[in-house]
């Protein structure tokens, strides 16, 4: 069993920054992959970025190259979104997952989830 705890969603405006954690507790081995997905209303949940937790391998979607960095901290057990250059578009409900196994941005597959932290981003 893994347990999430995201944190750190607020409202900003566009251009603006946010650093959301998570974090993270429970067996080791069913958190090897650790991603960020975000779900706007209306829309499917997307998968916005992922590490691979033993080698720190990170891998983006699109939309977010270049603006967003995810990151960990092993000694706090704690999972980090850096989100700059924030667009309106980026408004939703932020989640962080974790599987034992490399599921890409395949949301269902993943078997662990957080209860989410909005991030609302005005213009």
């Known amino acids: 069993q893994v347990q999430l705890v995201e944190s750190g969603g607020d409202s900003v405006q566009a251009g603006g920054s946010l650093r959301l954690s998570c974090v993270v507790s429970?067996?080791?081995?069913?958190?090897?992959?650790m991603a960020w997905f975000r779900q706007a209303p209306g829309k499917e949940r997307e998968g916005v970025a992922r590490?691979?937790?033993?080698?720190?391998?990170?891998f983006y979607a699109d939309s977010v190259k270049g603006r967003f960095t995810i990151s960990q901290d092993n000694a706090k057990n704690t999972l980090y979104l850096q989100m700059s250059t924030l667009r309106p578009e980026d408004t939703a409900m932020y989640y962080c997952?974790?599987?034992?196994?490399?599921?890409?941005?395949?949301?269902?597959?993943?078997?662990?989830w957080g209860q989410g932290t909005q991030v609302t981003v005005s213009s």
């Open positions: 997952a974790a599987a034992a196994t490399n599921y890409g941005f395949s949301a269902p597959n993943y078997p662990y």
């Open positions: 429970g067996d080791t081995y069913s958190r090897n992959y």
């Open positions: 590490i691979y937790s033993r080698s720190a391998v990170t």
